[in-house]
Every structure is written in C-alpha cells, then in structure tokens.
C-alpha cells in the first residue's frame, strides 16, 4: 500500500503522468472512480472527433455530386452515430488498461480522498475504505460541466456536455450557449445532421478566445450552414415547463425568446477540487483552481497538481505535458518549464480553426510592429482540389527581428497543420526561415509558406 508516486485521477494528465513515472522507475499507482482516460478518451476530445467524423461523411454524401458521384438512398442513423462515438470512446479507454498493465502501473478502483502526511484513503465502490501512502502524490482530478445558477441542468431539457454525446434521440432544435470550442463542435454536429441550431454568445464574437478575422469567418460559415447565430446575446432565464425548453434572451435590440427542444449549456468548466481533501492537507486554491509552481508543486510539499484542475489552458495535450514535467522535475531530471504562450488551440467543427501564440490584437496591445501575412484557401490548389476554398493561414511576425508571434488558421484540416507553427516558434524560426522551407505541392500547408511570404510582400499565388 505504499508507493513512490500515486497519481489521483486517470485524465490525459494522470494517466500519462503514471507512465512516465514508471518509465523514470518509480513504483507507482493511479486511482480512479470512473473510467479509465477521463474527460478526453471518455467524454471529451475522442468522443466528440467520432461524431464530428459521421458529421462530415453525411456532409459528404450530402454533396457528393459536387465530386461527380451520384448516391441514392442514404440515411443518417443518429442512434448508430452515438453508438460508433461510445464504442471508440470505449476502444480508447481498454487501451488505457493495456498501457497501464504494460508499465506496471496498479489501478486503483475508487474515489480517493487525501490526507495529511501523503496518504490517501480510497472508498471501493462497494463502500470499502483503504488506506494508501506516497512519497509524493499527484493530484489530476480534471473538471466537469460549469452550472450557472440561471441554467440549471436537468440532464434532459437543459443539458451539459457528457448528455450531447449521449442522446437517446436527436433533437429537432437546440440552443447552444457559449460559443467556445465544445460549444462550436457540437453546434456544428447537430446542425451537419438537421437538428436547427442557434448559438448564443455573451461576447461580441463567436470563438472569442481566436484572432477577430477567424471568428468573423468562422460566423460567415456557420451561418453559410444554416446555424443562427447571437452574438452580444445572454440567456437571462429559462423555462422549462412545456414540452421543451423556452430561453429569454438579452439582446442589444432587447429582449428575444427562443424555443427548443434541448438547451445545451457550454459555458465553460468546474475542476473537481471539492471533496478530495484539500482543505484537510492545507493545500491552497484560488478561483476554483489549485495553486502550484512552475513544476506544479502545490504549497504542502509532496503534493502536486496538473491538468484542468491548476490555472493555464483547460487542454489534454497541456495536461499530458505537465504530467509528464512534474514527474520528471521529482526524479531529478534538468526539465524546463513549460511555455504557457506555445500552446496550439484547436476547434474540430467545419472549418477547422488552429492557433498559436499572440493574435492580432494582443500584439499590437504588446507593443510590436508587425509584419503580418494572410493566404486564402481558395487561392490553394488542394484546397480547391478538395472542394474546401473557405479559411486562410493568417501569420504575424515581430517587424523587428523576424520573430513568429502568431499564427492563425480556419479551414479544413488545419488543426494537423498547427504543429508546424507550435515546433517552428519552439526553434525560433523567422519569417523568412519558414518562406524558404521548401513545402510539398499540392499540399494545405503551403498556405503557412504563401503566408509568411505575404507578410514580406513576396507572396507567389496572390
Ligand atoms: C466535450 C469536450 C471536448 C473536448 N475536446 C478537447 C479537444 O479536442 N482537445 C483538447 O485538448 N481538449 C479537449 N477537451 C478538454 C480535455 O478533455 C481536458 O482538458 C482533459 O481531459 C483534462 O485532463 P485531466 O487529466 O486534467 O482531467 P480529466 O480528463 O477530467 O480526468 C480526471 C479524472 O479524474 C477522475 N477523478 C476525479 N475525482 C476523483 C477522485 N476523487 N478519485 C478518483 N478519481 C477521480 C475522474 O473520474 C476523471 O476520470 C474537451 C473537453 C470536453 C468536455
């Protein structure tokens, strides 16, 4: 019952803390109540991309005589999409087990709770308590859906993210609240299969997180769908007692009501700090987060924290890194902190939308002069290719020194092509270094080259 690290929690954080911590040769064990995965493999990032990915083959059967083929007699079975998306959910998260298994790794089934002087106490699902120690304890708790006092979730009318993915029927209409990558990606499923979708955002622009020119573009194409959408709007209260759902929103025009059948409430996160102890150990919290240091070292020495549960990006691949940053700063290792402003973004609706670094804004806020660069898909070959012309690279770079402060992508597949930009601005990578990257043809990332390109007026296919 004693080990070198226990990792509480088996998100993308945990787990992958637990691997490396067995790699550096520690006797180790993680604890979880749930599945194995968490949110991501679960009832986040994989679950979600499955859906999406029945999304777009409809959208291509729907349009497949724009490619010269005709097809007659296709369905949507929403019941068979869900099933895929659970059952590769499921896949996901048995692979978890293998890996865990292959690392020698114990999982421990249970809901844990820490105690002072780096124990836990486990509650088995059968109501049976045990005790565990730990030379240092990782805390990876994760998050769940965020209520607002107005938007009560019923699980059934008024729903959070984990009842989207897991509807007994597809619903005529749905309002959608808050406009954030979750809330995106399942506006976009829904209205890709029929269901009519309204969006509402508290902000002036959907996607208010990315540069202004990709939210306005991604509006243009949403509304191109056939999505409505409310920008500078608030659902101030709800009712629920007809047969679905009635949202009173505050609009610059006044007030609007909306009615639909399900409401989906994505309005952010909630870290699951409460109940695991934390008051009992002393370790201190702000604004619904846990406090830690670069190494993500809580204020009690021996425990630590990652993931969704500390400040920074609420993101799998930013959990996974400090999992494994945290693990290698306890086994001695030289590690260097993470780099909080190198962190890629990605949304999976269509367009796909992919950034790194400043946006527009925030560079001129910081003070540079920049150089900044845009390339359009429908001047892309493959993107005509493909029949997806809508969306742009759009790149910044400091006028100064050549520096890539930013870059900023809506179209389709951009999100596998931000990891040039994310391993490019880790190397230091100038303007002009990136224009003379000889990129393949026809490919979507020549668009990053023709951007950079536009920024140093050498642009070729403009
Ligand atoms: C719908 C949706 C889509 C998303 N899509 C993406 C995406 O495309 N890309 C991306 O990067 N991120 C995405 N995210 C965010 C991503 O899922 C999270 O950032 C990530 O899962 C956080 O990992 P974590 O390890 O911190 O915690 P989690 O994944 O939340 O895991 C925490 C685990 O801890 C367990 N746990 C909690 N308390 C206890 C306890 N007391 N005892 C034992 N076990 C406990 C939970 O059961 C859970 O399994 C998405 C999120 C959602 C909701």
Redesign the pocket.
């Known amino acids: 019952m004693k080990y070198d690290i226990i990792v ?7 787990y992958v803390a637990a691997i490396r911590a067995s790699q550096l040769g520690f006797k180790t064990a993680i ?5 194995l ?4 493999l ?4 994989i679950p ?2 499955a859906l999406l990915k029945s999304a777009q083959v409809f959208d291509y059967l729907k349009h497949a005589s724009d490619y010269g083929i005709t097809v007659n007699g296709y369905d949507k079975d929403f019941n068979a999409m869900i099933q895929r998306s659970r059952g590769v959910a499921d896949g996901m998260s048995k692979g978890i087990q293998f890996l865990m298994k292959k690392n020698k790794i114990d999982v421990i089934d ?4 820490l105690k002072p002087g780096k124990k836990i106490d ?1 509650t088995a699902a059968d109501g049976k308590v045990t005790e565990y120690s730990a030379d240092h304890i990782i805390i ?4 769940r ?1 965020r209520e607002l006092p107005n938007l009560p979730q019923d699980g059934k009318k008024v729903i959070g ?1 984990r009842q989207a ?1 897991n509807l007994p029927t597809q619903p005529k209409s749905m309002i959608v609240v808050g406009s954030g ?2 809330g995106v ?1 399942f506006a976009h499923f829904y209205n890709s299969i029929g269901t009519e979708v309204t969006i509402v955002e508290f902000l002036p622009n959907i996607v208010p997180l990315e540069d202004e020119d990709v939210s306005k573009q991604m509006e243009r194409s949403m509304k191109k769908a056939g999505l409505k959408i409310m920008t500078n709007s608030s659902v101030e209260r709800i009712d629920t007692s007809g047969s679905g759902v009635k949202a009173f929103v505050k609009t610059a025009k006044g007030e609007e009501v909306l009615e639909a059948e399900v409401l989906l409430s994505a309005v952010g ?1 909630k870290t ?1 700090i409460e ?2 102890g934390l008051e009992a150990c002393g370790i201190a919290t702000d604004r619904d987060k846990i406090l830690v240091n670069d190494f993500y070292q809580t204020n009690i020495p021996g425990y630590y924290a ?4 500390v400040p920074g990006p ?6 996974s890194a400090e999992g494994i940053t945290c693990v290698e700063k306890i086994a001695g290792l030289h590690v260097d902190k993470i780099d909080y402003g190198n962190i890629p973004g ?1 949304t ?1 609706a269509s367009p796909e939308i992919a950034s790194v670094g400043l946006t527009e804004k925030q560079a001129k806020e910081k003070g540079y002069e920049l150089k900044i660069g845009k390339f359009p898909f429908s001047a892309s070959g493959k993107a005509k290719a493909a029949g997806a012309p809508d969306g742009f690279v759009k790149v910044i770079f400091d006028a100064k020194y050549g520096e890539w402060l930013g870059c900023h992508m809506i179209g389709a597949g951009v999100t596998d092509m931000i990891a040039e930009a994310v391993v490019a601005r880790k190397l230091e990578t100038t303007g002009h270094e990136i224009i003379k990257s000889v990129h393949p043809h026809p490919t979507m990332s020549e668009a990053i080259m023709e951007a950079a390109a536009d920024a140093y007026g050498e642009v070729i296919h403009l």
């Not at 679960?42 to 990032?45: A, E, P, Q, T």
């Not at 249970?110 to 709770?113: I, M, P, Q, V, W």
């Open positions: 509480l929690g088996s998100g993308p954080g945990g604890i979880e109540k749930e599945h995965g968490g949110i991501c679960n009832w986040g990032c979600t991309k249970g809901a844990g709770k486990v990876a708790t994760g998050a859906s993210y993915m990558a979750i990606e996160i699951n109940n695991i990652i993931g969704d549960v609420a993101l799998a691949h930013v959990a990605c999976y």
